[in-house]
């Protein structure tokens, strides 16, 4: 399977507890993405890495939020102190390096829970 | 933040009609993108549209771009049940890599 892959699918924790999720990207796109999904609503933009560098950091990403690219490979994204207003999809994406218009390919998803 | 709105938010059909949903928004774009979402799972690719198209088909999918009026739709022709789905519309804003969504078109295709 060469698309985006996500792991866990599915998360549950308590909250204040710390949690990291893994994106996989597809192996020839140098540009990686996260955006959070919460029910009913269309995904929002929250970080995007070109090979290992971040390019760019929603204001929806706090402090809490941190993201790697450590070898312009896959990514993490890790939640520290997690608070029930984090449960939502998580979901990545990769795209190709070609200017402004890139097809974004879309993970599955990691639904986080925090109970 | 949410650019895009969509119309209709929900939409029922019956199998082999045709989908009609519209997408508006509000900044100056390098494209416009549409995708599906099966309810709970990730997104697939359906369509890009460059600023400088006007209209582009895959398959049995029409979209159009207006960038004139900051619109665009997407034509589903010969609905499926499995057509049965959540669509968004996503622009690619000027000076950003970054897809602002839309909130949505939920999809039923009755059999």
């Known amino acids: 399977d060469t698309g985006v892959s996500q792991n866990p699918r599915h998360k549950i924790t308590k909250r204040g507890q710390n949690v990291t999720f893994r994106c996989d990207p597809i192996s020839e796109h140098n540009r990686l993405y996260w955006y959070r999904q919460t029910l009913g609503q269309g995904p929002e933009f929250l970080t995007y890495?070109?090979?290992?560098?971040?390019?760019?950091k929603s204001r929806l990403l706090s402090d809490r939020f941190s993201a790697e690219r450590p070898k312009g490979s896959f990514s993490t994204l890790e939640i520290q102190r997690t608070e029930q207003g984090d449960s939502a999809m998580y979901l990545c994406a990769s795209s190709e390096d070609r200017g402004p218009n890139n097809e974004q390919f879309f993970g599955p998803g990691t639904r986080l829970t925090v109970l | 933040s949410q650019q895009g709105e969509e119309d209709p938010q929900a939409l029922s059909i019956q199998e082999g009609e045709n989908a009609t949903m519209n997408c508006s928004y509000k900044t100056s774009i390098n494209n416009l993108q549409w995708y599906r979402q099966n309810s709970g799972r990730g997104l697939v690719h359906l369509i890009l549209i460059r600023s400088n198209e006007r209209e582009k088909h895959s398959g049995r999918l029409r979209v159009t771009l207006d960038t004139s009026k900051k619109s665009s739709s997407l034509l589903i022709t010969a609905s499926r049940a499995a057509d049965t789905a959540s669509y968004f519309c996503a622009t690619g804003e000027t000076g950003r890599r970054a897809l602002t969504f839309g909130s949505g078109t939920r999809l039923q295709v009755q059999p």
């Open positions: 890495f070109q090979n290992e560098a971040q390019l760019e």
